[in-house]
């Protein structure tokens, strides 16, 4: 007997419908197992074409623990630069000043710096600085991983710039966040070909 095409309609409704739903990442979240850590490089950057960006270490941003322990890190690497004459670029957030830097990585008398949201580049000008410098190379460190890190870092290398980004510089208020931008700045399409990852201890100026 032939189908009329109501009748067709109606089959394929009652197949959709018996077909089981498909999980999603919410639905598989619990059993997904991280990858393997990237491993970190040792960099060395030329002092005339490197800038340093000190990002959002601020007090109303760096209080917890994380921020706190990465501090000593952020400072070492400030020093560094500084000797090598590297130019330091800061920021600071909406809700805070330039003086609510904290005291031992602070910026001294005549260092730039820019107010914005995660990406620092917006708004900003950031970027004129960094091409008024003749910058090929920034090094990024910020509080959080997931906000100025992620957003500027991603914004320097998709520009062109090679980015550096020490890991132990990028706190941010929970381990997970700083884990999942690491995998993102090593594998996302782009940025991983212009990001090189490391730490205070393998950077050199």
Known sequence: MKRTPLALIAGAIIALLTVPAQATIIDDWSTVKAPAPPALQSVTVDPATTALLVLDFVKQTCS???????????AKIVQAARAAHVPLI????????????????????????????????????????????????????????????????????????????????????????????????????????NIKLTSSDKLTF
């Open 64 to 74: 917890g623990p994380r921020c706190t322990a990465a501090v000593p890190n952020v």
């Open 90 to 193: 800061y920021s600071y957030t909406f809700t805070s000043t330039l003086a609510d830097t904290l005291p031992p990585v602070a910026p001294l008398g005549g260092e730039p710096a820019v107010q914005s949201g995660p990406d620092k580049f917006l708004g900003t000008d950031l970027a004129q600085i960094l091409t008024q410098k003749g910058i090929k190379t920034v090094v990024v460190m910020g509080m959080s991983a997931q906000g100025a890190v992620l957003y500027t870092a991603s914004h320097a290398a998709l520009g062109g710039l090679t980015v550096v980004v020490p890991v132990d510089a990028m706190p941010s208020e929970v381990p997970y966040a700083e884990q999942y931008v690491v995998w993102a700045l090593a594998n996302a399409p782009r940025l991983s070909a």
